[in-house]
């Protein structure tokens, strides 16, 4: 098991959800932080929360989807730090909308950040950890990554490319001293579904707040358990990293089923 107290850590999507508990678990664990998140204030508070800790702590806004914005934050961090161990790419957003009806803009929104922003924060930083022969980098997929649902293609599609992308990340990096780890939370209690574009049909959105309502209903874990289980992973350089009963029992279904499991979710779905 790696130790962490001393390592320079970069966490996008701080401000909120896992991203924020992976940041005070961190700081509990003696790693100097590089924040980085769109929101402002929320960064500004985490900040404020952290700032009992005698670290090294920077705070970036940034736009995952912006590739120059990146890199640019990539040398900002590393001007600040010296150098970096760990790189949690962590950012992402929602989307429920049929295939049918699914607009191209939304599709390359949510490509953007949660696909492009994974794609963009490793290759940023790969080179200097590469460079040290040391390191780690966590990407957040999805259990949507592992199974499907309707209306979930577009978010599929980016959490299924993380993985993939992740996956033949760490094979080429088996014989460095750098590793790679791709995360699958379940329902995990944050605000991404607050935040998501729901639609219903052609004609305008669905009621997002009744939609959150539902994802809380069987959203069984919390952000800090998440940040928990994700730094317990890192310790142990875990390759895969699943998070709450509902993503091992999703998981343990799609091997069993990986062409029937759709049966299997409709009667599950059906029921609630």
Known sequence: MQA???KVAVVTGAGS????????????EGCHLA???????????????LDRHDLKITT???DVAERAAVYAFADEVLAAH???QLVINNAGVALSQTVAELRYDDFEWIMGINFWGVVHGTKAFLPHLLKNNEGQIVNVSSIFGIISLPTQGAYNASKFAVRGFTEALRQELAHTGVR???VHPGGIRTNIARAARFYQGPDGRQD???AAAQFDKVARTTPEEAARVIIEGIRRQRPRVLIG???RLLDRIQRLLPAGYPRVLARLLGRR
């Open 4 to 6: 962490l107290a001393g």
């Open 17 to 28: 959800g896992i991203g924020r508990a992976l940041a005070h678990q961190l700081a509990a």
């Open 35 to 49: 924040l980085a998140d769109l929101d402002r204030e929320n960064l500004a508070e985490v900040a404020r929360e």
């Open 208 to 210: 997002a707040a009744r």
């Open 180 to 182: 790679a780890t791709c």
């Open 60 to 62: 970036h806004l940034l």
């Open 82 to 84: 010296g150098s970096v």
């Open 245 to 247: 009963a509902d993503a």
